[in-house]
């Protein structure tokens, strides 16, 4: 029931001016969801709010002002509220909070994005001037008091009050009729937050898993979706750190999305280590298409190194089955490596040897080196000096929020780069790329043949995957 005036609130989700992986026309068409400022907006909406949200993607930041002006969302008294997700996106940021201060000087903007604001107001604002609060943590249960200026100061964990940063870790269902041109994105449905196990590298090493979507709830938001899509079978992203919901999840989840005549497809992100075959042979029959394997490594040293297992010989087992079970099922693995601290060519030669015996069961690869983000890292720093990693510019990390390492004194920066670059060529064309992309990440109206005819302008030592014609060999 609305119980509140039909007033505007624009919820911007902040996009990115540089691209990790390098700024091509290519990277431009990966639609950033996010999903969690989403969930804030139907909150709103619920409570009777004209709430939409606007996702910055690759626009100019400008561009998104301007929209939001034009479609009147920035009338009204509520702040608007803009969303960081990671430090990458802070000069986009920046550049929308000063658009707003230039075309409405009095509008108030509230900045959240618990990875990037932490609880460090004071950082955040000398990298957004113009904003007027930072909010800590996640906002559901504080959303509605934001949007009153007068209750700032009384809100736990914000700049003007308390340096607490409440979590919630239940996952709700959104509406993404809310996000303005939804139907170029694709839907994600969150699954559970945290995941705990621990890894050096995670800013959720440890922050406990908790609870899933129950497998009703999560078959009914598929069906939500499929109608506010007006689309049967779809496409999902079903998203959570470590998906790993157990054997009673799985089971009851087969029965929901049987009983409510589901056909869509889904993909997720798990551990190598996760989901034995039992597992995916069920998860399989009721739409599991890509998974997203985080295996990192298959070097045992750096395995240890990482804090992924204690038992790399058990871990390269259990990934292996994964691998070939997955396959066999006819589900697409993407395997993810990261290059980290400590790596030299017997190690990278470790990895690529393993991955070469499971090419036949890998459908992509996707190769990064490790990147230190700002903040409460849990000694992250001095763990990487221990594995004899530098950072690439000692004053990066505060003055962007995020610096490259030197892995090694064998890999420095470029060299890491270049390596993960031929590695992820070696077991990626063109094609395999598309595919695991137009899969929840690219626009959804992106073609194959518009795909190709955009790769062709781009030199094939700007992207990650082999272009057609390519000759490539992998040696390190
Ligand atoms: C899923 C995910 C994505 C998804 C969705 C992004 C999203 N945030 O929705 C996609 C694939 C799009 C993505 C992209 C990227 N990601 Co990402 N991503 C994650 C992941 C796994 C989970 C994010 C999450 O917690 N979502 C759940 C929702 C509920 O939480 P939330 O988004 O934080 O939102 C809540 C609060 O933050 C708060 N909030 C958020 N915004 C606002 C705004 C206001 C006004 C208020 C009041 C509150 C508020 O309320 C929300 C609801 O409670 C994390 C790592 C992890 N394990 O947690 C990395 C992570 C956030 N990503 C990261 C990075 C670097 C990226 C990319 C740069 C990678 C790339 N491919 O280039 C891009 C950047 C996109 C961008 N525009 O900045 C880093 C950020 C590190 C940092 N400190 O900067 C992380 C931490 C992973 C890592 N490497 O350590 N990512």
């Not at 996640?138 to 200026?149: F, G």
């Not at 607490?164 to 449905?189: C, N």
């Not at 955009?454 to 030199?459: D, F, G, K, N, S």
Request: glycine fraction near 8%; proline fraction near 5%.
């Amino acid at each position: 029931m609305r119980h509140r005036s039909e007033s505007p609130v624009c919820l911007v989700g902040a996009g990115l001016l540089h691209h990790k992986k390098g700024d091509t026309a290519i990277a431009r068409e990966n639609l950033y969801l996010n999903y969690g400022l989403l969930d804030l907006a139907t909150i709103l909406h619920e409570a009777g709010y004209q709430a939409r949200m606007l996702q910055g993607n690759s626009d100019e930041p400008s561009a998104t002002v301007m929209k939001a002006m034009t479609t009147r969302l920035m009338e009204g008294p509520a702040p608007v509220l803009l969303s960081v997700p990671s430090a990458l996106a802070l000069p986009w940021a920046r550049g929308f909070c000063s658009a707003v201060r230039e075309t409405l000087p009095e509008k108030l903007i509230v900045v959240g994005g618990r990875w990037v604001a932490q609880t460090d107001a004071e950082w955040l604002r000398v990298q957004l001037p113009d904003c007027n609060l930072v909010v800590f943590g996640t906002a559901e249960d504080r959303i509605l008091q934001i949007l009153d200026r007068q209750l700032w100061s009384s809100i736990p964990g914000t700049s003007q009050s308390t340096r607490i940063e409440p979590f919630d870790s239940t996952p709700r269902r959104v509406d993404y009729s809310l996000l303005d041109g939804y139907l170029r994105h694709w839907p994600s449905i969150e699954i559970s937050r945290g995941c705990g196990r621990g890894c050096a590298f995670c800013v959720e090493a440890k922050v406990p898993l908790g609870k899933p979507k129950s497998p009703v709830d999560t078959a009914r938001e598929m069906a939500f979706h499929e109608d506010t899509y007006q689309c049967n079978p779809m496409r999902f992203y079903f998203e959570a750190s470590q998906f790993c919901p157990g054997a009673e999840w799985i089971r009851e989840f087969v029965g929901a999305y049987v009983s409510t005549g589901l056909r869509s497809e889904w993909r997720c992100e798990t551990r190598a280590d996760c989901l034995p075959r039992r597992d995916l042979e069920a998860l399989a029959s009721v739409g599991l298409k890509v998974l997203d394997i985080g295996l990192e490594s298959a070097s045992p040293r750096q395995l240890l190194a990482m804090r992924k297992c204690r038992d790399p010989a058990q871990y390269l087992g259990r990934a292996s089955d994964l691998l070939r079970g997955a396959h066999e099922l006819g589900i697409q693995n993407k395997v993810n490596i990261m290059l980290y601290p400590g790596e030299d060519d017997d190690t990278v030669r470790e990895t690529i040897d393993w991955l070469e015996e499971h090419r036949p069961f890998i459908k992509g690869l996707s190769t990064g080196s490790l990147i230190v983000y700002r903040g409460r890292n849990g000694g992250l720093l001095a763990h990487i000096k221990k594995y004899g990693g530098a950072l690439v510019d000692e004053t990066a990390l505060d003055r962007e929020g995020a610096c490259p390492l030197h892995l090694s004194a064998d890999y420095d920066h470029a060299k890491a780069l270049e390596v993960a670059r031929r590695l992820s060529k070696s077991f990626m064309d063109a094609d395999a790329y598309y595919d695991l992309k137009s899969f929840c990440y690219f626009r959804r109206d992106l073609s194959r043949s518009e795909f190709h005819n955009i790769v062709q302008t781009i030199p094939s030592d700007a992207v990650s995957f082999r272009q057609p014609g390519e000759d490539f060999g992998l040696s390190v």
